[in-house]
């Protein structure tokens, strides 16, 4: 429905975006605006700002902007028409009549509505009566609770072929309109209509105003086939554009931070009652642009579950070419495997609610899995292959439409590309001596940040608590500055120190029981260090060491380093876009150095005298920059 300006400025007069923000933000006055702390983003300082008189709110710190028709869109994911809704009933303002023809064609929806309501009434009776017994003890061996059951209303077809049709015709609804509904089947031949599900355990299927707009059906007779029915397309159900659980779930998505999306219905109520009420399905369909765009209004990086097998895998890599197309700015998605055979309904049932979260923590960001899955396509031993690699990734990020992204996706690409190619050996190398063994799927490593390398070493330790043998002399000279986290690593070294043999399961219950547990389990969740492949649990330990050997020699050479690339950061803008991708390969060659040098003649010299090579490189090429030359590419 379209709206006047008129109407929206009449909304907009009535009520001052601060007397809409602080609802949801405590607010407090400066001046001529109010201050308060974002919702957007976890902060201790306040950048958000609302202005009354201009009629918009600000936050610094994710950028967003908007009016308070944005502002609920953004915080409680409603779509536009909604949020007029919502606000001109706040304003007292009667929603505009629509014209006849829309008149006529809501109110032919609603009697739809009202007809796939009472289908649901039915079906719920239907399972509390003798004739649902089997049905309810099905939905009992699959660990569904009472109030599962009734909360996502859950039912029964009787098996019987005319009985929800002879029951709602009864009560005056048209064959016709159970036919449009997707309650009924016509034959092609001519044959009465009959009922679509039969002898099936019913889930309705609800729209974003938690209205009954089709059905989902698991056949209880092991042989029938299909084993899952939906509702058919009709006016009020597009598969293409329904979230299962959309409507239950925005709440606890946006109170969590977080959203989880998996395959089927079942998975949902099985994660629901396992405390995970922020999961929703895409009922099996492909990702469609419009479900894409629903999932980000309740988070931006909504996490997408896949089953750990090869299934999974090809399932996983046909959505990144769907979703490639449609990043933007602040919003993408991340990929949780499970492990191989199981469903997220399995992996509840068996392991518990801790086995899935750790699935979700261990998520990956889209980037990662592009990157695996094109360097899973084929060998990259020839510089024909690595050319055929080069060039398939190029064109897959030409069609990301987003051009900031685009941009980033290409930085980070020749990042790791240029990563990859330093730790191929030359046949030279190769023929002399051993190739310098790379851990596999080691990860991209931290970017040279005290708090990120910090990080990373607590995690590692966290993660590998024997780690502490061999490196209690390095940890232990370790100068973190950031209090809290010096205090976590303090503490997470004592525990391993007191308790020789610890296992990673008991330190972490020690952990959780202490105080540093939220800012452990933040880490956990929030820092993108966590995703680092050596660091995680299941990483051979004789890798961990390799790649944690090298972190500690970064940590070390970090002060020095940010000193003399700060220097030279204060010319960048002054650089072409050639000069500035040298200055980045240097400095990552800097901030790498620490474990490279099995590889080279080097091999046997002290790394602090290899780390002032480095830097003298660096400083070199600064002198140019200064006198205007532009530095020779040396590949």
Same mark, same amino acid.
């Given at each position: 429905?379209?709206?006047?300006?008129?109407?929206?400025?009449?909304?907009?007069?009535?009520?001052?975006?601060?007397?809409?923000?602080?609802?949801?933000?405590?607010?407090?006055?400066?001046?001529?605006?109010?201050?308060?702390?974002?919702?957007?983003?976890?902060?201790?300082?306040?950048?958000?700002?609302?202005?009354?008189?201009?009629?918009?709110?600000?936050?610094?710190?994710?950028?967003?902007?908007?009016?308070?028709?944005?502002?609920?869109?953004?915080? %409680?994911?409603?779509?536009?028409?909604?949020?007029?809704?919502?606000?001109?009933?706040?304003?007292?303002?009667?929603?505009?009549?629509?014209?006849?023809?829309?008149?006529?064609?809501?109110?032919?929806?609603?009697?739809?509505?009202?007809?796939?309501?009472?289908?649901?009434?039915?079906? /719920?009776?239907?399972?509390?009566?003798?004739?649902?017994?089997?049905?309810?003890?099905?939905?009992?061996?699959?660990?569904?609770?009472?109030?599962?059951?009734?909360?996502?209303?859950?039912?029964?077809?009787?098996?019987?072929?005319?009985?929800?049709?002879?029951?709602?015709?009864?009560?005056?609804?048209?064959?016709?309109?159970?036919? /449009?509904?997707?309650?009924?089947?016509?034959?092609?031949?001519?044959?009465?209509?009959?009922?679509?599900?039969?002898?099936?355990?019913?889930?309705?299927?609800?729209?974003?105003?938690?209205?009954?707009?089709?059905?989902?059906?698991?056949?209880?007779?092991?042989?029938? %086939?299909?084993?899952?029915?939906?509702?058919?397309?009709?006016?009020?159900?597009?598969?293409?554009?329904?979230?299962?659980?959309?409507?239950?779930?925005?709440?606890?998505?946006?109170?969590?931070?977080?959203?989880?999306?998996?395959?089927?219905?079942?998975?949902?109520?099985?994660?629901?009652?396992?405390?995970?009420?922020?999961?929703?399905?895409?009922?099996?369909?492909?990702?469609?642009?419009?479900?894409?765009?629903?999932?980000?209004?309740?988070?931006?990086?909504?996490?997408?579950?896949?089953?750990?097998?090869?299934?999974?895998?090809?399932?996983?890599?046909?959505?990144?070419?769907?979703?490639?197309?449609?990043?933007?700015?602040?919003?993408?998605?991340?990929?949780?495997?499970?492990?191989?055979?199981?469903?997220?309904?399995?992996?509840?049932?068996?392991?518990?609610?801790?086995?899935?979260?750790?699935?979700?923590?261990?998520?990956?960001?889209?980037?990662?899995?592009?990157?695996?899955?094109?360097?899973?396509?084929?060998?990259?031993?020839?510089?024909?292959?690595?050319?055929?690699?080069?060039?398939?990734?190029?064109?897959?990020?030409?069609?990301?439409?987003?051009?900031?992204?685009?941009?980033?996706?290409?930085?980070?690409?020749?990042?790791?590309?240029?990563?990859?190619?330093?730790?191929?050996?030359?046949?030279?190398?190769?023929?002399?001596?051993?190739?310098?063994?790379?851990?596999?799927?080691?990860?991209?490593?931290?970017?040279?940040?005290?708090?990120?390398?910090?990080?990373?070493?607590?995690?590692?330790?966290?993660?590998?608590?024997?780690?502490?043998?061999?490196?209690?002399?390095?940890?232990?000279?370790?100068?973190?500055?950031?209090?809290?986290?010096?205090?976590?690593?303090?503490?997470?070294?004592?525990?391993?120190?007191?308790?020789?043999?610890?296992?990673?399961?008991?330190?972490?219950?020690?952990?959780?029981?202490?105080?540093?547990?939220?800012?452990?389990?933040?880490?956990?969740?929030?820092?993108?260090?966590?995703?680092?492949?050596?660091?995680?649990?299941?990483?051979?330990?004789?890798?961990?060491?390799?790649?944690?050997?090298?972190?500690?020699?970064?940590?070390?050479?970090?002060?020095?380093?940010?000193?003399?690339?700060?220097?030279?950061?204060?010319?960048?803008?002054?650089?072409?876009?050639?000069?500035?991708?040298?200055?980045?390969?240097?400095?990552?060659?800097?901030?790498?150095?620490?474990?490279?040098?099995?590889?080279?003649?080097?091999?046997?010299?002290?790394?602090?005298?290899?780390?002032?090579?480095?830097?003298?490189?660096?400083?070199?090429?600064?002198?140019?920059?200064?006198?205007?030359?532009?530095?020779?590419?040396?590949?």
């Amino acid at each position: 429905m379209k709206f006047s300006d008129s109407f929206l400025d009449e909304i907009r007069a009535r009520l001052p975006v601060s007397q809409v923000v602080s609802r949801r933000v405590p607010l407090k006055r400066a001046g001529r605006e109010w201050k308060g702390l974002s919702p957007f983003n976890r902060e201790k300082t306040p950048s958000f700002t609302v202005n009354d008189q201009k009629g918009f709110y600000h936050c610094f710190s994710s950028g967003k902007h908007g009016d308070i028709f944005t502002f609920l869109m953004e915080t %409680e994911g409603l779509s536009f028409p909604e949020a007029v809704e919502r606000l001109a009933g706040d304003a007292g303002l009667p929603m505009p009549k629509p014209d006849p023809q829309f008149e006529r064609a809501n109110k032919e929806r609603l009697g739809l509505l009202d007809a796939l309501e009472a289908a649901a009434g039915l079906f /719920e009776e239907a399972l509390g009566a003798r004739e649902g017994r089997d049905a309810l003890l099905y939905a009992e061996r699959r660990g569904l609770k009472p109030e599962t059951l009734k909360e996502f209303r859950i039912g029964f077809a009787p098996h019987a072929k005319e009985a929800l049709k002879a029951t709602l015709t009864k009560r005056g609804f048209t064959e016709a309109q159970l036919l /449009e509904a997707g309650l009924l089947v016509k034959p092609d031949d001519g044959r009465p209509s009959y009922d679509r599900f039969r002898n099936r355990l019913t889930i309705p299927i609800l729209d974003v105003k938690s209205r009954v707009i089709g059905f989902g059906a698991r056949a209880l007779d092991p042989n029938a %086939e299909p084993k899952y029915l939906n509702s058919p397309e009709t006016r009020l159900f597009d598969k293409g554009s329904t979230i299962f659980n959309f409507a239950r779930a925005r709440q606890a998505a946006f109170d969590k931070g977080e959203l989880v999306v998996v395959e089927g219905y079942m998975d949902v109520l099985a994660l629901h009652q396992a405390g995970f009420t922020n999961a929703v399905a895409t009922l099996g369909t492909a990702f469609t642009e419009r479900q894409m765009e629903q999932l980000w209004l309740l988070a931006p990086e909504p996490i997408i579950c896949f089953d750990g097998d090869r299934a999974g895998e090809a399932a996983a890599a046909r959505a990144i070419d769907r979703m490639l197309p449609m990043l933007k700015e602040g919003h993408s998605f991340r990929f949780a495997f499970l492990p191989e055979g199981m469903d997220p309904d399995d992996l509840v049932r068996s392991q518990g609610a801790p086995a899935f979260t750790q699935c979700l923590r261990n998520a990956r960001p889209l980037i990662d899995v592009l990157w695996l899955r094109e360097r899973a396509e084929q060998p990259i031993d020839t510089p024909e292959r690595r050319a055929a690699f080069e060039a398939r990734l190029d064109a897959l990020l030409a069609g990301i439409a987003n051009a900031r992204v685009r941009d980033h996706y290409r930085r980070e690409v020749r990042n790791r590309l240029f990563a990859l190619w330093r730790e191929r050996p030359s046949p030279r190398q190769s023929s002399s001596r051993a190739p310098v063994r790379v851990p596999p799927n080691s990860g991209t490593m931290p970017p040279p940040s005290p708090r990120g390398f910090a990080t990373t070493i607590a995690l590692t330790l966290v993660n590998h608590p024997s780690l502490l043998d061999r490196f209690a002399d390095e940890v232990a000279s370790l100068e973190v500055r950031d209090k809290p986290l010096a205090a976590l690593l303090s503490f997470v070294t004592r525990i391993i120190f007191e308790r020789d043999g610890i296992s990673r399961e008991q330190l972490l219950e020690v952990l959780e029981a202490s105080p540093h547990a939220k800012l452990l389990a933040r880490l956990s969740r929030e820092s993108a260090f966590k995703r680092i492949a050596f660091l995680q649990p299941e990483t051979p330990l004789e890798d961990v060491e390799v790649q944690f050997a090298d972190l500690i020699f970064r940590f070390r050479a970090l002060p020095a380093l940010s000193k003399e690339l700060d220097e030279g950061a204060d010319h960048l803008a002054d650089l072409s876009e050639a000069e500035f991708e040298r200055f980045a390969t240097l400095q990552q060659q800097v901030a790498s150095v620490g474990n490279q040098h099995a590889g080279d003649d080097a091999g046997d010299r002290d790394a602090g005298e290899r780390f002032k090579e480095k830097v003298a490189q660096v400083l070199r090429e600064k002198g140019t920059w200064r006198r205007g030359q532009r530095p020779e590419r040396r590949d």
